[in-house]
Structures are given as structure tokens and as C-alpha cells.
């Protein structure tokens, strides 16, 4: 019996996907006969050292805010007994900085319905790979801030390039600590100090950058996972490239082990 099967969870059915141009890549892949497709990050073969050396072979993984799927098909790849996919169910559940001339904030309902359509296309991208890349991955789409207990307990969360597009990185750092047994990978942007501080990231005067809300120092995560009982015990940083800047990207790997 599936795990699906033993628990009222909805997990997400399968689509059939044939078209890449139904899709909108986030991740650059290779993919069995479709070759090499373009996504805005290209983390093939650095998954290892974009997780922080964390293993995850015979490990339960949930790959928080999944996209295409690499982080999910890779973590399949280097033996992980379990991978669960999440991402969000509809456009309801990002929140977009507030400039006073663009449509999140002009029109809402407008706005959701163009940006459900673009989740779609990531949805239809992950789903083109998972078919063709044989993947096993169950997929969950929910809201972050409330991931179910139904879920089940993992060994390891990987949250890649996530929190800093959310209003409330804290609250849903907490939300995944809850279905986390050991390890918690936080990929993102990273002030390097000891100082419980956060830098706002975002200016009235750029507004296509309406996606990105908060870089937290290193003080501030080791603070916030001693409350949710995990201990800070790696921190590592990398260049990444990112395709449509044309351009390598700084992002550090911060690694946090359960207390026993």
C-alpha cells in the first residue's frame, strides 16, 4: 500500500504532458528525449554541494516549492527512500510587494487568473519530466504556511530558493520543522553575520523585482531554529547560474540538524 493510501491526504494525479510548449521551465534539464531544456537556474550536477553534502540516501525528502522538479528527481537519484513534490496550489498563496501601478495590486482577481495560468505551465513542466524521467515522486500542492500533519514525517526538508519570496519566511520555516524529523536544507541569500537583523529587500524605484522580500542574517536563522528545536551546524555558499541574467548568483546552503 502507497503512502497516499494511508492517509486522507489529496495528493496531486498524475498529468499527461507532451508539449513543451504547454510548459514554463524553472529549472534547466536534461531530459530523455528532449535533450537539454532552458529553465532561469542551472543546478545540474551540483545538487550534492547545493544541499550542503546533506545525504539523502535511503532518506524520506520533501522538496519544498518543487518547480520543474530537479531538486525532487535528483533526490530520487542519489537513493532517497521517499520524495514528496510540494508547491502551491493556485496563485492565491504568493504574495507580490505592493507597487501601486502593477496588476497584483491594481487588480487582484485579474492578476490571479494570469498567474494561475504561469503555474500551470510550471506545473505541466514538472509533470513533462516526472513522466519521462520515470520518476516515483508523489506531488502534494498546498499553502506553505500550513502543511499538513497528514503528510507524514520526513528525514530531511529541502527548501531551495524559497523563503526569500514570501512575506512570512518564519512562519513557514515553522510550518515545515513541524513534518520534519532530522535535517532542514534552507537555500537562499544569506546576511553574514551574527546580528539578529533582516534586510528589506525590495525599492519603489525597481519595480519588476516585486518577487523577493527579505534577506535574514545568520543570527537570525540560528535563533529561529533553536526555537523550532533544530541547531545550525553548516553554512556553505556557492555561485549558481542563472540563465536568463546571464549571470552566477551567490546563494548559501544553511544546514540545521533536529536536537536530540
Not at 525590495?202 to 540560528?222: C, I, K, M, N, Q
Request: charged share 25%; hydrophobic share 40%; net charge negative.
Amino acid at each position: 500500500m502507497s503512502h497516499s493510501e494511508n492517509t486522507s491526504i489529496a495528493f496531486a494525479e498524475p498529468r499527461y504532458v507532451d508539449r513543451v510548449e504547454d510548459c514554463f521551465f524553472y529549472h534547466t534539464m536534461d531530459v530523455p528525449g528532449l535533450g537539454e531544456v532552458r529553465g532561469h537556474w542551472d543546478l545540474r550536477d551540483r545538487f550534492t554541494e547545493y544541499i550542503g553534502g546533506v545525504s539523502v540516501a535511503g532518506k524520506s525528502v520533501i522538496d519544498i516549492g518543487a518547480a520543474t522538479g530537479f531538486l525532487s528527481f535528483e533526490a530520487e537519484k542519489n537513493g532517497a527512500s521517499r520524495v514528496l513534490s510540494f508547491d502551491i496550489s493556485d496563485a492565491s498563496q504568493q504574495n507580490f510587494l505592493p507597487f501601486k501601478d502593477k496588476l497584483p495590486y491594481q487588480d487582484p482577481p485579474r492578476w490571479l487568473e494570469r498567474y494561475d495560468e504561469e503555474i500551470n505551465r510550471w506545473k505541466n513542466a514538472y509533470w513533462l519530466c516526472h513522466r519521462l524521467l520515470n520518476s516515483k515522486a508523489e506531488v502534494f500542492y498546498g499553502d506553505v504556511y500550513r502543511l499538513p500533519a497528514d503528510l507524514g514525517q520526513f528525514d530531511v526538508a529541502i527548501v531551495g530558493s524559497v523563503l526569500e519570496h514570501l512575506s512570512d519566511q518564519i512562519t513557514a520555516l515553522a510550518s515545515i520543522a513541524r513534518i520534519t524529523k532530522e535535517t532542514i536544507v534552507v537555500v537562499s541569500p544569506l546576511l553574514e553575520t551574527d546580528e539578529r537583523i533582516a534586510r528589506f529587500e525590495s525599492l519603489a524605484s525597481h519595480p519588476e523585482a516585486d518577487f523577493t522580500w527579505w534577506t535574514y542574517s545568520r543570527g537570525v536563522y540560528r535563533e529561529v531554529f533553536k526555537m523550532l528545536g533544530f541547531s545550525l551546524t553548516k553554512i556553505t555558499s556557492a555561485d549558481y547560474y542563472y540563465h536568463y541574467g546571464e549571470r552566477f548568483e551567490t546563494r548559501h546552503t544553511i544546514v540545521a540538524q533536529r536536537d536530540l
